[in-house]
């Protein structure tokens, strides 16, 4: 049993009942025991294979600076974590899939020897409908320049929290993706302008790269003489599972815009069902 590295008895082994019990010992620790003191101060955690084979329940404290991974090893087992850290841990392999435990959350996962998935069980926030909460909020950090007269999706690079992998901060990171079974969303963005009062601003959301959908939101304004702001939410919005969402801007100045890296420029989705 390479997973849980249990003993075994050989065939005609004297002694059976030892090596038997080294592995109820072993079983119960697998599925009873708990490690506390995960420290992410210094920053990410690597639990080696024996703490994670040895452990159900994990613990994280300490007082990282911001985000951290909390890396397990490519074993197949589940497993659960509590995160009172006061940042978000995204729980990981080396190379695979992950999922993310909000601070103050207990999450329930399965490690499939490659990817971490995470289950339905919540204490708070996160899985996607099986918690009181899933969703992401994205943001920028850096401006980014428009040219002018030309629809342009806005590349998110930063994540304040992405509860179910709704988003990559490399990889098409203007889409915000459904994941399967959601079945209906909000999605909320806002938009700061750098200082021009020439022409027009306009943002909307788009829905696998296209603005026809029921439910589209759109804004039209003249730009401000100070920076101009502009935001939308959408109504309830109909999902399967592999949507994706964009939010577009445009403008008319004349001449490139940017759209500044600042608390005001985000881009949200939150699970409703």
């Given at each position: 049993?390479?997973?849980?590295?249990?003993?075994?008895?050989?065939?005609?082994?004297?002694?059976?009942?030892?090596?038997?019990?080294?592995?109820?010992?072993?079983?119960?620790?697998?599925?009873?025991?708990?490690?506390?003191?995960?420290?992410?101060?210094?920053?990410?955690?690597?639990?080696?294979?024996?703490?994670?084979?040895?452990?159900?329940?994990?613990?994280?404290?300490?007082?990282?600076?911001?985000?951290?991974?909390?890396?397990?090893?490519?074993?197949?087992?589940?497993?659960?974590?509590?995160?009172?850290?006061?940042?978000?841990?995204?729980?990981?392999?080396?190379?695979?899939?992950?999922?993310?435990?909000?601070?103050?959350?207990?999450?329930?996962?399965?490690?499939?020897?490659?990817?971490?998935?995470?289950?339905?069980?919540?204490?708070?926030d996160g899985g996607v409908g099986g918690g009181a909460h899933a969703g992401v909020l994205v943001t920028k950090t850096?401006?980014?320049?428009?040219?002018?007269?030309?629809?342009?999706?806005?590349?998110?690079?930063?994540?304040?929290?992405?509860?179910?992998?709704?988003?990559?901060?490399?990889?098409?990171?203007?889409?915000?993706?459904?994941?399967?079974?959601?079945?209906?969303?909000?999605?909320?963005?806002?938009?700061?302008?750098?200082?021009?009062?020439?022409?027009?601003?306009?943002?909307?959301?788009?829905?696998?790269?296209?603005?026809?959908?029921?439910?589209?939101?759109?804004?039209?304004?003249?730009?401000?003489?100070?920076?101009?702001?502009?935001?939308?939410?959408?109504?309830?919005?109909?999902?399967?599972?592999?949507?994706?969402?964009?939010?577009?801007?445009?403008?008319?100045?004349?001449?490139?815009?940017?759209?500044?890296?600042?608390?005001?420029?985000?881009?949200?989705?939150?699970?409703?069902?």
């Open positions: 049993m390479s997973e849980l590295d249990l003993p075994q008895i050989a065939e005609n082994q004297a002694l059976a009942y030892v090596t038997s019990n080294d592995a109820d010992a072993a079983l119960e620790s697998a599925l009873c025991n708990e490690r506390a003191g995960h420290d992410p101060t210094s920053g990410d955690v690597t639990l080696s294979d024996s703490d994670f084979r040895e452990a159900w329940h994990h613990v994280i404290g300490g007082s990282p600076a911001g985000g951290f991974n909390f890396i397990v090893p490519a074993i197949k087992r589940p497993f659960m974590v509590t995160n009172g850290s006061g940042e978000t841990a995204t729980v990981k392999t080396v190379s695979g899939a992950a999922g993310q435990v909000l601070d103050g959350e207990t999450r329930l996962f399965y490690c499939d020897g490659t990817d971490v998935i995470g289950l339905t069980d919540s204490t708070s850096a401006n980014q320049s428009i040219a002018n007269n030309s629809n342009t999706a806005i590349a998110w690079d930063s994540e304040a929290y992405d509860t179910d992998g709704f988003h990559d901060n490399a990889v098409n990171n203007s889409r915000l993706t459904v994941p399967g079974g959601v079945t209906k969303v909000i999605v909320s963005g806002q938009i700061r302008w750098d200082s021009s009062a020439a022409g027009t601003r306009e943002i909307l959301l788009e829905k696998n790269g296209s603005g026809t959908y029921a439910g589209r939101p759109f804004e039209h304004m003249e730009a401000q003489t100070n920076r101009t702001m502009q935001s939308f939410v959408s109504p309830v919005l109909a999902v399967t599972g592999g949507d994706y969402f964009e939010l577009i801007v445009w403008q008319d100045s004349g001449g490139a815009r940017d759209v500044e890296s600042h608390a005001a420029t985000w881009f949200s989705l939150q699970v409703i069902e």
